[in-house]
DNA sequence: ACCTGAACACCGTTCAAGT
DNA sequence: ACCTGAACACCGTTCAAGT
């Protein structure tokens, strides 16, 4: 038994069953051992998913090329991110309900790092870097809130029934939400979201 | 007993006592009641955190200067979600985890409608009020995240110590997050926020 | 219809006791 | 030190029984 151990068996029931499937008796089960042995080796339940998280981020981060033109790096490490958490979307949830701790200052560090290459002045560099973190960690929510939605059940159903609500909506009280129904079917979660990007780095471009 | 008493019941418990001062059992002993009359008027608790996110998002979209210059009826209600999010903090909590529900549908469709005033054209325009979205679900999300650690504590207090936190972090490591450090004690998050919000307009003025 | 409250099926966490 | 597992202090929700 080791915390290295745990983590990992704890990262499987959290990728094979979503956030729900991580509880405390599940693990001591699949680990074959007892409370006090996990405690031992973890602070608590929080520690656990902090510590898988991190992993996952710690990946992801290893993967940026620094060297690159700092717009490009920008691109792949919010592409980078969008993958892992598309995969794994209880490290969306994590992110977007632990900000200020270790995964999000690394990306928050990297982040910024990476906008002071592309020249962004000043205090103008901070508002940004928060801007763009505020972004990601939005749509990481979101990522997880819609496998929190689906969990199990196809993802595909899931957003045809959401268009097929949508377009039963009253057209005078929601003309822009029904037309957005319509599109739903050709969306691109992972399009959308480098959109928002680009929407971005082009507002950050007009601060210089 | 009716619906009304018991969302407001609920809304003065989170108010006063953050997210986990939300409980059924609290709830009936302030209400002198038992678990079925609330149970009669109301699905389950997550139906009673929507109901009462809603009415906190409804006032702030009734306030929307729906005839004003676009630019600034969005920074009007970025600013007044901001502001009501900031007051009752459950409010970004709520948000963050139940998107394309019905309170952040109504979002969903005044932010869509503005950016079409905008002039934003065709598919951009899908991107670009998915992309403000996020942000702004983002914030809601970092807003009650920050609120959630700090419960009951001093607001300053806490953000002094994070302050202190990354101050203490290698500079070798972490050079961005040590000069971001030195500046939170003069940051002002409606003010950063409102810097994104100007960042993103700027970034969607480019798509035309 | 509307309400009561004991009971159920879960949680995360603790801790005396073992090795 | 490392681990066991009964027990504790909570949850949200149900439902037979009352009015």
Redesign the pocket.
Same mark, same amino acid.
């Given at each position: 038994?080791?915390r290295e151990v745990i983590i990992r068996a704890a990262t499987d029931l959290l990728d094979s069953g979503g956030e729900s499937a991580?509880?405390?008796?599940?693990l001591?089960t699949r680990l %074959?051992?007892?409370?006090?042995?996990v405690?031992?080796?973890v602070a608590? %339940?929080?520690d656990l998913l902090a510590a898988a998280t991190d992993e996952v981020v710690a990946r992801v981060l290893a993967g940026v090329a620094v060297d690159a033109e700092p717009r490009q790096a920008l691109r792949g490490l919010a592409l980078g991110l969008f993958d892992e958490i598309d995969a794994h979307p209880w490290v969306g949830a994590q992110l977007a309900r632990h900000p200020l701790e270790s995964a999000t200052l690394e990306i928050y560090e990297c982040v910024g790092r990476l906008l002071d290459a592309l020249a962004v002045p000043g205090r103008a560099l901070f508002d940004a870097a928060g801007a763009l973190m505020n972004y990601v960690l939005g749509v990481a929510g979101q990522n997880a809130a819609q496998a929190r939605s689906a969990e199990g059940a196809d993802r595909a159903a899931f957003l045809a029934a959401v268009a097929g609500r949508w377009a039963r909506l009253d057209p005078g009280r929601y003309p822009f939400v029904r037309k957005a129904a319509a599109r739903l079917p050709e969306h691109d979660d992972r399009e959308q979201f480098l959109a928002g990007i680009d929407i971005f780095l082009a507002g950050i471009a007009t601060l210089g």
């Amino acid at each position: 038994m080791s915390r290295e151990v745990i983590i990992r068996a704890a990262t499987d029931l959290l990728d094979s069953g979503g956030e729900s499937a991580l509880t405390l008796r599940a693990l001591t089960t699949r680990l %074959k051992t007892g409370y006090g042995a996990v405690y031992h080796h973890v602070a608590d %339940k929080d520690d656990l998913l902090a510590a898988a998280t991190d992993e996952v981020v710690a990946r992801v981060l290893a993967g940026v090329a620094v060297d690159a033109e700092p717009r490009q790096a920008l691109r792949g490490l919010a592409l980078g991110l969008f993958d892992e958490i598309d995969a794994h979307p209880w490290v969306g949830a994590q992110l977007a309900r632990h900000p200020l701790e270790s995964a999000t200052l690394e990306i928050y560090e990297c982040v910024g790092r990476l906008l002071d290459a592309l020249a962004v002045p000043g205090r103008a560099l901070f508002d940004a870097a928060g801007a763009l973190m505020n972004y990601v960690l939005g749509v990481a929510g979101q990522n997880a809130a819609q496998a929190r939605s689906a969990e199990g059940a196809d993802r595909a159903a899931f957003l045809a029934a959401v268009a097929g609500r949508w377009a039963r909506l009253d057209p005078g009280r929601y003309p822009f939400v029904r037309k957005a129904a319509a599109r739903l079917p050709e969306h691109d979660d992972r399009e959308q979201f480098l959109a928002g990007i680009d929407i971005f780095l082009a507002g950050i471009a007009t601060l210089g």
